[in-house]
């Protein structure tokens, strides 16, 4: 029979492996952190060998950047992390599927997988407006896989408007 301390060390050796689903769970986490600021809650977070790399967080309004979108944070992040712009072997998860300029982004750093919870059917580049991540004239295709729980990813985006344009109604007929 092995001791408490045994035990313990065994725990500590053992490499936890994640599935997709845990990894939108956290960039589902991650979108939480952008709402509690006052940003349009989207996560992304980037993964390498079942570890995370980047991640990242919708800072768009904060920093006056429209650059500062969650993947392109991730990204940049990761890039740091490999210290190398090109993301070999890389997923990842984000909780609404890139814009363009996301996309660009994510074929330029050769992510393998993008792993997204809701369409955007407004600006979408990863199959529902435009499909820049897979088109067959880029240098790089990447992988999709869409959906991965659409409806929270999707609720919590909607959730945001709707109390984002309350809240302008109010302030509009309070002045």
């Given amino acids: 029979m092995t001791d408490k301390r045994e035990m313990s060390d065994l725990n500590i050796l053992k490499t936890e492996l994640y599935t997709d689903q845990d990894w939108m769970l956290y960039a589902l986490s991650l979108a939480d952190k952008a709402e509690a600021v006052g940003e349009i809650p989207v996560g992304a977070v980037l993964v390498k060998d079942n570890k995370i790399v980047g991640e990242g967080w919708n800072l768009s309004i904060l920093k006056h950047n429209a650059c500062s979108h969650a993947e392109v944070i991730a990204i940049g992040a990761a890039g740091k992390t490999l210290q190398n712009y090109r993301l070999i072997d890389c997923t990842l998860y984000v909780t609404l599927e890139p814009c363009p300029m996301c996309a660009g982004a994510l074929v330029h750093a050769r992510i393998k ?63």
């Fill in 113 to 175: 997988r993008l792993v997204y919870g809701a369409s955007d059917y407004k600006t979408g580049a990863a199959g529902s407006v435009f499909n820049l991540v897979r088109h067959e004239q880029l240098n790089h295709q990447i992988e999709v896989k869409s959906g991965l729980y659409a409806e929270q990813c999707a609720t919590k985006i909607s959730d945001f408007f709707k109390r984002r344009r309350k809240e302008k109604k109010a302030l509009k007929k309070a002045t």
